[in-house]
Every structure is written in structure tokens, then in C-alpha cells.
Nanobody, 125 residues
Framework: QVQLLESGGGLVQAGGSLRISCAAS????????MGWFRQAPGKGREFVVA??????????RRSVKGRFTISRDNANAKNTVYLQMNSLKPEDTAVYYC????????????????WGQGTQVTVSS
């Protein structure tokens, strides 16, 4: 089993920046592809971004490309992923969920073995 713990959410003004993190614990002797999804009030969960196990390949939702950057720390068998969010817009307001799966293609497709509990990101206008 793998547990995912998100942190770093909060309230920020439009145009501002925020960084959220996700740390994996448990059976982390192998690296996982990781990613982020979000769910706004009254809407379904949507894919935001994913990064493969090596960190060499990333996949972004079109509406966040150029504003959001995903990165990961694989040192010492860590599975920690960061999402730097710049130029935030009110429409980015959502609960952001971390996901981990052996395949980045699964995450892009909305499938994931493991999910975090979510962290709230609120962007005020």
C-alpha cells in the first residue's frame, strides 16, 4: 500500500503563486508516476498534470500549460512531487488531489492506483 499526503494548499489572490506538494509513504521502494487532479465545486474531477517515474516526461492540461510546473524528488527512494502554480486564476479554485500509479499513461487517462485526500486551493478575484 502507498499513502499520499498533500500539503501546501491555501488562499491566494488572482495572479499569485502557490506550491503544493505530495509525499508518498508505504511501499515506496519503487518509483511511481505521479500527478495531480482537481475538482471544483459542482464539477467532476479533472486531470491537471502528470510526471513519469524518471521525471523526464511531463503531461499538462492545456489550460494550465505555461502556468503550472510539476517536478519530483526521486533522491533516496523518495516519491515526492511538487506542483508550482503561477499566474493563478479564480477558475483554478478546486480541491487538488495527488495520484500515483506505475504508469503515467494511466494517470493521464484518469486511472490511478493511489489517491491522496486532497488539498484546497482557493484563488480570489
Amino acid at each position: 500500500q502507498v499513502q499520499l499526503l498533500e500539503s501546501g494548499g491555501g488562499l491566494v489572490q488572482a495572479g499569485g503563486s502557490l506550491r503544493i506538494s505530495c509525499a508518498a509513504s508505504g511501499h515506496t521502494n519503487r518509483h511511481y508516476a505521479m500527478g495531480w487532479f482537481r475538482q471544483a465545486p459542482g464539477k467532476g474531477r479533472e486531470f491537471v498534470v502528470a510526471i513519469d517515474r524518471s521525471g523526464n516526461n511531463t503531461y499538462y492540461r492545456r489550460s494550465v500549460k505555461g502556468r503550472f510546473t510539476i517536478s519530483r524528488d526521486n533522491a533516496n527512494a523518495k516519491n515526492t512531487v511538487y506542483l508550482q502554480m503561477n499566474s493563478l486564476k479564480p477558475e483554478d479554485t478546486a480541491v487538488y488531489y495527488c495520484a500515483a500509479d506505475p504508469l503515467s499513461t494511466n494517470i493521464v487517462a484518469g486511472i490511478s492506483d493511489y489517491w491522496g485526500q486532497g488539498t484546497q486551493v482557493t484563488v480570489s478575484s
